[in-house]
């Protein structure tokens, strides 16, 4: 005797289908929402706050004063300030990005083969990343200066100061942060080079390249993602200079080493306590943040193409 089962309807088939799935995308959500609250309590509160108060009349002590628009921005551009700061800003970004990939990669290739004194090099490099910047640069304000450093005789003989001229502040400043974080871009450089195949370096040699060829050819390529990452971190701190000049020199000498961050806490909370101009400055920061990240993005994209 042949026994039939009743067959599911397509429908019910469907709805088999469709509720695991809308299940998966529940928690999904769930455990997306953490970060999602975050980037809006964080990131998008604030941007927005920071938009109104641009457009806005917003001294320090009274608030909010009503819509001016465009005035804060014409403020921020007028200011006596503003042309320098964004050149000693990109000044001090093109060297320190320049010193700090190219002694990152250097570095990275000095310690990348595992070994005894390979390790111990590459735990020497990551120490000086252990200490926040401000401890940092308190630690070099005193090395630096011509009364309580160890090498204040030094200086005294030679007639010298780390920070006495604009052109020694900013060479001064730039090794601090070389010093501090040319570990750190060593180690991204370093998981670059490890994620490259040896069969290519092998197959190089064969085929008789040099190490200068081997370079150039294939470990530069490879490596363009890992640049590509570094280069738009390093650009990034650099644009957003602020601790280290404000410890080490204050903006000076003679307001030569004002960065455009410093510029805008001296609008906020020095001499003109201007909110308003203060967040028009950062609109402008932000906009050029992004420009500048999605051409350095473009251009490693049109290169690996």
Not at 101 to 129: C, D, H, K, Y
Request: with cysteine; net charge positive; proline share 5%.
């Amino acid at each position: 005797m042949r026994v039939t089962t009743p067959s599911r309807s397509p429908g019910a088939a469907i709805r088999g289908r469709v509720r695991p799935r809308g299940r998966q995308g529940l928690l999904g959500w769930l455990y997306a929402a953490p970060t999602a609250v975050f980037v809006v309590a964080l990131f998008a509160v604030p941007l927005l706050l920071v938009i109104r108060m641009a457009v806005s009349r917003w001294p320090l002590l009274t608030g909010d004063q009503g819509v001016n628009a465009p005035d804060n921005f014409v403020k921020a551009i007028n200011h006596r300030f503003f042309a320098d700061s964004v050149v000693f800003t990109v000044k001090y970004t093109l060297l320190a990005t320049a010193l700090l990939l190219a002694l990152g990669l250097g570095l990275a290739l000095l310690v990348q083969e595992s070994g005894r004194w390979n390790n111990l090099l590459r735990a020497s490099f990551l120490i000086p990343g252990a200490l926040g910047l401000a401890s940092a640069s308190l630690l070099f304000y005193v090395l630096y200066s011509p009364y309580a450093s160890p090498l204040a005789p030094v200086m005294d003989a030679l007639g010298f100061t780390f920070l006495g001229s604009p052109n020694a502040a900013l060479f001064s400043t730039t090794f601090l942060i070389v010093w501090r974080y040319a570990g750190f871009y060593m180690v991204l450089m370093l998981v670059g080079l490890q994620g490259i195949p040896a069969d290519v370096f092998e197959a190089a040699r064969s085929d008789g390249a040099s190490r200068w060829q081997i370079f150039r050819m294939v470990t530069l390529p490879l490596l363009r993602p890992t640049l590509a990452l570094t280069t738009v971190l390093c650009v990034t701190g650099s644009l957003l200079a602020f601790e280290q000049f404000y410890i080490l020199t204050k903006g000076g000498p003679d307001n030569s080493t004002i960065t455009i961050v410093q510029l805008i806490y001296m609008v906020a909370f020095q001499g003109q306590n201007d909110l308003g101009v203060a967040a028009a400055l950062s609109l402008i920061v932000l906009v050029a943040l992004i420009f500048v990240n999605a051409l350095q993005l473009r251009a490693f994209r049109s290169e690996e193409s």
